[in-house]
């Protein structure tokens, strides 16, 4: 088999998690290559062209309580793209749609009586009360919304969210989870109660090319359109990992995919005789995971002047119509009107297994039910994109399943979105706790023996 030349540190995966973890890394003089299956880096907030300029291939904007992100874009040099905006939210429900961008908008908000409108425009008061999450994690998101807001206000606005994010673990959500998006809200809005979100000019793109341009002046080393087979162990911890059949040498790996997929990597035959697999692999196939598929719409018109519009109707195939240049300039996309249509679910799901063409087909009659006066002569081009790994599903008492950082086997490290609990997922909290895995590696790497590794020795 091949070697590559042996690094300190092999990172898998070229999402944020591993960008910021190799930024630690190289920043404390550590060797690492960043391994990517895909040919670009990014991961879930990569991007793709279209008509000459670049789309995120999932939707993405920052609160201002997203420090990380905000230190990041200022270390790269690029906090003058940062752009703030207002924003307009809403819901749909009953065949209308609502504004809930202000307190105002709540107390017009028809389908609740004015009593439960006051309930719901106080709960993300009666959320910071909440200090710490450790508070509710014993609870379902169901039992705790209730308790805050009412039964009335959860079987209107929070049951159609949960049932169309979750699925069939709806009623497993935990209340930590809730939370989370409840407090980040509350702290994104002015005083007026109006919602100021960020995105950066030039979108993900622009950050992408700033972080890899950082990181290979900083001496990291990116291998992209290559896909890791396995992780290779012997006497007792990580050795490297192979790729394209090529082995890549390190007394350390750092996984950044989800724990499942993890798992695999490491189910091979000549790792069965390490005693912490066992668990380990029990441990990691133990967090389940929901898949997306976002369907992206260039338009020439647009749908309206909203958003970010939450479907609280159980017959509409999505769970959110995110209107992207509501929030950035539509002049920037060719004067296009771009469009995330968004469904979290199985990776069996009918709507996932869809050819490109279906999933268009199948969603045209429901957006012409949301909006009547769109016609499909508005789309001038559509793309689907499909993540297998999306959202890992929190669970009451989730801090005993959540897999740690630093595995049973010696130099091998997880990080990913399972493990941001108790915030959700997000580009912050992957910068967040990409630097923290480098901070740890690091740490443990001080500790090792600085004996290099040698192609030629019995690691090849």
């Not at 162990?233 to 995919?257: I, K």
């Not at 066992?278 to 976002?294: A, K, Q, S, T």
């Not at 920037?332 to 709507?351: E, F, M, N, Q, W």
């Not at 959540?402 to 490290?413: C, F």
Request: hydrophobic residues 40%; neutral net charge; charged residues 25%.
């Amino acid at each position: 088999m091949n070697a590559e030349t042996p690094v300190d540190v092999v990172i898998v995966g070229a999402g944020f998690t591993g960008l910021s973890a190799a930024l630690e890394l190289a920043g404390q003089g550590l060797s690492c290559r960043i391994i990517e299956a895909e040919p670009e880096i990014g991961g879930l907030a990569g991007t793709f062209e279209a008509g000459g300029h670049q789309l995120d291939r999932f939707y993405h904007h920052w609160f201002s309580s997203d420090h990380e992100m905000l230190e990041l874009c200022s270390r790269l040099g690029i906090s003058r793209l940062l752009e703030a905006h207002e924003t307009r939210t809403g819901v749909y429900y009953a065949n209308s749609v609502y504004r809930l961008s202000s307190p105002l908008d709540v107390l017009r908000f028809a389908p609740l009586a004015m009593s439960d409108r006051i309930r719901l425009g106080l709960m993300a008061l009666r959320a910071q009360r909440v200090k710490h999450w450790r508070q509710l994690e014993s609870r379902t998101a169901e039992d705790w919304l209730v308790a805050l807001g009412g039964r009335r206000v959860y079987e209107v606005v929070w049951r159609p969210l949960l049932e169309g994010k979750f699925g069939k673990y709806a009623d497993q959500v935990g209340a930590t989870w809730m939370w989370t998006k409840l407090h980040l809200r509350g702290g994104s809005r002015t005083k007026a109660g109006k919602e100021t979100l960020y995105y950066l000019k030039g979108g993900c793109a622009a950050l992408l090319d700033a972080y890899r341009s950082h990181l290979e002046a900083l001496g990291v080393e990116f291998r992209t359109g290559q896909t890791v087979e396995a992780v290779r162990l012997e006497d007792g911890r990580v050795r490297g990992v192979t790729a394209g059949g090529t082995f890549h040498p390190a007394r350390q790996v750092l996984l950044t995919c989800a724990p499942q997929a993890a798992a695999e990597l490491l189910d091979q035959p000549d790792a069965h005789g390490h005693p912490a697999l066992p668990e380990l692999l029990r441990r990691w196939r133990g967090v389940d995971y929901l898949g997306n598929v976002c369907l992206v719409l260039e338009n020439h018109r647009r749908l309206s002047d909203t958003y970010w519009l939450n479907v609280n109707d159980p017959t509409f195939p999505y769970v959110g119509v995110i209107e992207h240049t509501n929030l950035d300039q539509p002049q920037r996309y060719g004067g296009r009107h771009i469009v995330y249509l968004s469904k979290y679910l199985p990776t069996d799901a009918a709507l996932y297994t869809m050819t490109d063409d279906e999933v268009f087909e199948y969603s045209l009659p429901h957006i012409q039910r949301m909006f009547p006066r769109f016609d499909r002569s508005w789309v001038e081009r559509y793309h689907v994109w499909r993540a297998e790994y999306a959202q890992p599903v929190i669970t009451p008492d989730y801090t005993r399943a959540m897999p740690a950082v630093e595995s049973a086997v010696g130099g091998l490290y997880l990080a990913g979105m399972a493990q941001v609990f108790p915030e959700d997922r997000g580009i912050n909290y992957a910068v967040r706790d990409g630097r923290r895995a480098g901070r740890l590696i690091a740490d443990r790497r001080r500790a090792l023996t600085q004996q290099p590794l040698a192609t030629g020795s019995s690691l090849d």
